[in-house]
């Protein structure tokens, strides 16, 4: 039976990671958990990462931006709102499981839970790293 995991971490082989190995050992945010799923340290990637977050029902997020990392964010679960300002105005974008969102490099944002059930999203950047710098406001 063939492995499906790559032996030695310095081959150009595939690399598996399976939900159960997700690891909180990346940048965090008040009111939410990220778990990383490949990354330079975990997977050898040189230019994305990729994880989760996932945010309990009832809770906002820190307000915090992604650096020069340019994010895609898939929703999962619940229904994530999304804020962040234009020209000094306060932005939402309300979502369902299925929608897509894009987050330029350094727009600061927060992610709110109206819900009572978790809200998870899966992300992927354009840095092999999480840049997360929390801020005290948008």
């Known amino acids: 039976m063939a492995n499906d995991r790559a032996e030695d971490p310095g081959t150009q082989g595939l690399r598996h990671t399976r939900k159960d190995q997700l690891t909180e050992e990346t940048s965090q945010t008040p009111g939410m958990r990220r ?14 990462w990729m994880g989760e977050s996932h945010v309990a029902g009832g809770l906002v997020s820190g307000n915090h931006h992604h650096g020069a990392s340019e994010t895609g964010i898939y929703v999962v679960a619940g229904n994530p709102v999304f804020v962040f300002r234009i020209d000094g105005e306060e ?18 944002h927060r992610e709110e839970n109206p819900d009572t059930d978790e809200a998870v999203v899966v992300l992927a950047r354009s840095t092999q790293e999480a840049i997360v710098v929390n801020l005290d406001r948008l």
């Open 91 to 108: 932005r939402r974008i309300e979502t369902r499981p299925g929608d897509y969102v894009y987050v330029p490099p350094f727009v600061a």
């Open 35 to 48: 778990f990383a799923a490949i990354s330079g340290a975990r997977s050898s990637s040189s230019q994305i």
